[in-house]
């Protein structure tokens, strides 16, 4: 099998990590179909990779329709890449993606993990459309473009159905003056106001629940789903408990650490990111918060890790980026005072690799909560709390 050959008649079984479907040839042979198809499909496809162990490929005609597949609300959709699920209404989408979740920690822990795995609490988006408040656009001549799906070919944008509603408005505003390139835009939830990553704009973004306003510049990464950040925040803190001392490992801007801070507790926040430690250090003293420390730090180089050690933490919550922390599972262990981590994740696989060491020296994972932060994607975020035993 060869890519560009067609395969007829594929039965999706379910489906696997990163939202790809699960298939069989009649010779058994695993089939791999991109993101797009839903469980109970039946497709035909045309194969792009052929692998060792699989074949890789993208349905190009849809035989049997699930019955969870509507009509998509974006008019580009059947070019952009960027909602790949927009077809499925958001409650549908939140329970495959917990399948998906609970199929691949089950596949990413293995046969030896001894835990059970813990129940998985599901928690919807306030918005189903019109989450983000902060995205990236591609601009050619003036106007904004989407990445095509499964390719380098830019969509031209007329509207773009994940991006709240003022900073959808504001997108051919800002591409018009912007030059060539890849960009971030954002927006305000609180007044509106939209900038690009060039802009010197500083952004409100409240915390209602703390009593805070952050003031943000588009280019320092934030959860571009402001309604549930404020959940996944909340949660975040009623997990660490009554611990005191608090590390906020890769902690950009403060996300958590302003916020825990405003409830009393001593934090220190590291991050790779020196734009984000400047940015979460005057919202700091601005907010009148000095039971918080930001500090600028690799946390890939073991020689970070003393000032951690000497901040000595009850608990520490981490959020990594995608690719994850190698490494990171095997210095924990070696920090005996250490507790409870509240592990934030948008890549579980990944999470799970660095937590092993964790997990085979006996620490328990207590709890886990799924975030839908993007809807109309198969992307996700994961809330996991491991106790040392």
């Known amino acids: 099998m060869n890519a560009g050959d067609t395969l007829s008649a594929l039965r999706v079984e379910k489906l696997l990590w990163r939202g790809r479907g699960l298939a069989r040839l009649d010779s058994g042979q695993v089939v791999m179909l991109e993101p797009g198809v839903l469980p109970g499909e039946t497709v035909d496809a045309r194969v792009i990779k052929a692998a060792k162990d699989f074949l890789q490929a993208e349905a190009v005609r849809t035989l049997e329709a699930s019955p969870l597949r ?12 960027g909602s790949r699920f927009g077809m499925v209404t958001p409650a549908d989408g939140l329970a495959l993606k917990a399948g998906i979740l609970r199929d691949a920690v089950a596949r990413a822990l293995g046969r030896s993990y001894a835990g059970a795995l813990p129940e998985i609490r599901a928690v919807p988006s306030p918005d189903g459309w019109r989450y983000r408040w902060r995205g990236q656009i591609h601009v050619r001549g ?23 509603a003022p900073l959808a408005a504001a997108m051919p505003s800002l591409a018009a003056k912007l030059p060539d390139g890849r960009f971030t835009i954002a927006a305000s939830p609180d007044t509106g106001e939209a900038a690009t990553e060039l802009d010197r704009t500083l952004l409100p973004f409240s915390f209602p629940d703390f009593g805070l306003t952050l ?11 402001w ?10 803190i009623d997990e660490l408990g009554s611990f005191e001392r608090i590390a906020d490992l890769f902690s950009g801007a403060g996300n958590f650490a302003l916020p825990l801070a405003a409830r009393g507790r001593t934090v220190l926040a590291v991050e790779g990111s020196a734009p984000a430690v400047d940015t979460g250090t005057r919202n700091a003293a601005r907010l009148g918060l000095g039971s918080v420390t930001f500090r600028s730090a690799n946390l890939a180089k073991p020689a970070s890790w003393s000032m951690v050690r000497g901040f000595a933490p009850q608990a520490a919550i981490l959020d990594p980026p995608r690719t994850g922390a190698k490494g990171i599972g095997q210095t924990l262990l070696d920090m005996p005072g250490l507790q409870r981590l509240v592990w934030v994740s948008c ?8 937590a092993k060491p964790l997990l085979d020296a006996g620490w328990r994972l207590t709890a886990m909560s799924l975030f839908d932060m993007f809807p109309g994607t198969w992307h996700m975020e994961v809330l996991m709390v491991l106790e040392r035993p």
Do not use: E, K
């Not at 509507?70 to 890449?81: F, L, T």
């Open 227 to 236: 309604g549930l950040n404020q959940l996944l925040v909340r949660a975040a």
């Open 142 to 164: 003036g106007l904004p473009h989407a990445m095509a799906h499964a390719s380098n070919d830019l969509v031209p944008l007329t509207d773009c159905h994940l991006l709240a």
């Open 70 to 81: 509507g009509a998509h609300p974006c008019p580009h959709a059947d070019q952009c890449g």
């Open 215 to 225: 003031r943000l510049p588009p280019n320092t990464f934030f959860q571009a789903n």
């Open 347 to 354: 890549d579980v696989v990944n999470t799970i690799r660095d």
